[in-house]
């Protein structure tokens, strides 16, 4: 068992056999069993051409109205925003994500302007723009994270947030890495997680 343990540690999370940890059922598309949240990245960074590829995939999500209220700010592996974006960090994910080869902030669009009414699906139709990323950026080999440890307070002025916006994620981008290059902390726990049983989460006509 020692053995089969620390031959996982050496493995990327590209590597994983992520249907060996995952039940999902046959008929549904292997892109969303496959996707899961790895902190092991290489610490090689990414393009801008790789960023606007990502945000054209969020681009096309559903929203309320098609009013598309995300925004996404990014920093670029030792760009001059780098250190800013992970200072925003708290501790425990800025000890991986300093090896991201990019690094996001999902905001959303809360009101149209100032005086307008809170949107109610702002943070709903956020949500789909960043698991339309997420999918894309299996696509190209990249893995994503979306965090939200990190100190809201303080985004509004290092990306000049403004009142009608907020802070919905931070979402660490980067190349397969190795589990074994992770914070000791963090290696056991590098796996792809499972799932509430289907029939825990849909019902018909009413909630037994």
């Not at 290489?42 to 051409?49: C, F, R, V």
């Not at 925004?71 to 991201?100: C, H, P, V």
Request: glycine share 8%; hydrophobic share 40%; with cysteine.
């Amino acid at each position: 068992n020692l053995r089969i343990f620390g031959s996982f540690l050496r493995m990327k999370s590209s590597e994983l056999d992520v249907a060996g940890y995952r039940d999902g059922l046959k008929g549904v598309d292997p892109q969303f069993v496959k996707r899961w949240s790895p902190r092991s990245m290489s610490g090689e960074g990414l393009s801008e051409d790789q960023i606007m590829s990502l945000v054209e995939a969020a681009r096309w999500s559903p929203s309320c109205f098609n009013l598309q209220p995300w925004r996404f700010i990014y920093s670029l592996k030792d760009d001059g925003y780098w250190t800013q974006f992970l200072g925003l960090l708290m501790d425990m994910n800025r000890l991986w994500a300093e090896r991201a080869g990019a690094i996001m902030i999902l905001l959303s669009v809360d009101r149209a302007s100032e005086t307008e009414d809170l949107s109610p699906t702002a943070a709903f139709d956020a949500g789909s723009a960043w698991m339309s990323l997420a999918l894309q950026a299996q696509s190209m080999g990249l893995v994503s994270h979306a965090m939200w440890g990190f100190h809201h307070e303080a985004v509004a002025e290092v990306v000049n947030m403004p009142s009608n916006m907020s802070a919905r994620a931070m979402i660490a981008i980067g190349y397969p890495g190795d589990s074994e290059d992770l914070p000791e902390k963090y290696r056991d726990r590098e796996f792809p997680s499972t799932r509430e049983p289907l029939e825990s989460l849909v019902f018909q006509g009413r909630l037994d």
